[in-house]
């Protein structure tokens, strides 16, 4: 088990990198166009909006990752 902590490490580090992409794909997405869609107050609203549970997800699998990385701990559970 000690020898995949390192790259479950790696993995949930990479997570969290991936979440703030996906993030910026979807602002990208939704931005406002001429032609119909969300107009500008809108798009800064669902911008602003979906930043919480995108930073709280990539807390989480930071956590997860920090966790992963210092490996098992000496305490007992």
Not at 22 to 43: E, H, K, S, T
């Amino acid at each position: 088990m000690q020898k995949f902590m390192k790259m479950a490490a790696l993995g949930a580090a990479g997570v969290a990198g991936g979440t703030f992409v996906a993030y910026f794909a979807l602002i990208a997405v939704f931005r406002p166009v001429a032609n119909g869609g969300f107009d500008g107050v809108l798009w800064a609203t669902v911008t602003i909006a979906m930043v919480v549970p995108v930073a709280v997800l990539a807390g989480a699998h930071l956590a997860f990752a920090k966790q992963l990385k210092d490996g098992s701990s000496p305490m007992p559970r």
